[in-house]
């Protein structure tokens, strides 16, 4: 049961255009999202969360928007560089509680690209 | 200041063998959770330990263990290895409790275990 999904493998993009990266869940009991950054033989790098009292969260280049009656968070990064090409993971956290309070739930991951 | 430091950052084992993984947090933070990354997928949660007492577990067996000492360092120990047990093993490490309120995870670089 993926409770977090991002649908899209892949993303390819020409430097200084908008990257859009989404993100699907199902349980509604998640309460707070993350988006990580990972590039090759390094461990995930934390880049934006949102809470969900929130509909978005933003911090230089990049916004995270969060629907919470679709269900649906998505990250944009303006104007994307080079250097932004890394697999990207959306993660969520449920509401605080019994014993999940620590558990990350990941989606599968999107690998950008962004061409020069 | 130190991130999140894993030691080995690779190791190999054969079936049935034992292994244990080490992991440092951010000095200061509290709590360690681990998670295992198999190729293609996200990160998926196994363990977070809070004030050396566990406080989550993810769907893993029992061949799975793990513990935080007094200095909030923990080890990963995995018995009766099996070739599905190659992964990325990652460690992250965190302020408080509960994920969220602005205190994300941070991660280390992993772990790499092969199983032949």
């Known amino acids: 049961d993926q409770q977090v999904k991002q649908n899209s493998p892949s993303l390819s993009v020409q430097e200084g255009r908008i990257s859009i990266l989404n993100c699907d869940y199902t349980n509604s009991m998640f309460d707070y999202f993350l988006w990580y950054k990972k590039y090759p033989a390094e461990g995930p790098t934390f880049l934006i969360s949102i809470s969900s009292i929130k509909d978005k969260n933003e911090d230089g280049r990049f916004t995270v928007f969060l629907n919470k009656s679709a269900k649906h968070l998505s990250l944009h990064i303006v104007p994307s560089q080079p250097g932004d090409s890394a697999v990207y993971f959306c993660?969520?956290?449920?509401?605080?509680?019994?014993?999940?309070?620590?558990?990350?739930?990941f989606g599968q991951g999107t690998i950008l690209t962004v061409h020069p | 200041d130190a991130g999140v430091t894993q030691s080995p950052t690779h190791l190999i084992k054969t079936r049935g063998q034992h292994v244990t993984l080490r992991c440092s947090p951010i000095s200061g933070h509290k709590s360690v959770s681990w998670y295992q990354q198999v190729l293609g997928q996200g990160p998926q949660f196994i363990f977070q330990y809070y004030e050396k007492e566990e406080r989550g577990r993810g769907n893993f067996p029992d061949r799975f263990s793990a513990r935080q000492f007094p200095n909030y360092s923990s080890e990963l120990n995995v018995n009766a290895l099996l070739l599905g047990d190659s992964a990325l093993y990652l460690c992250a490490s965190s302020l408080f409790l509960m994920t969220g309120a602005d205190q994300p995870q941070h991660f280390g670089d992993g772990t790499r275990l092969s199983i032949l």
């Open positions: 993660a969520a956290s449920p509401y605080a509680g019994g014993t999940s309070y620590g558990k990350l739930t």
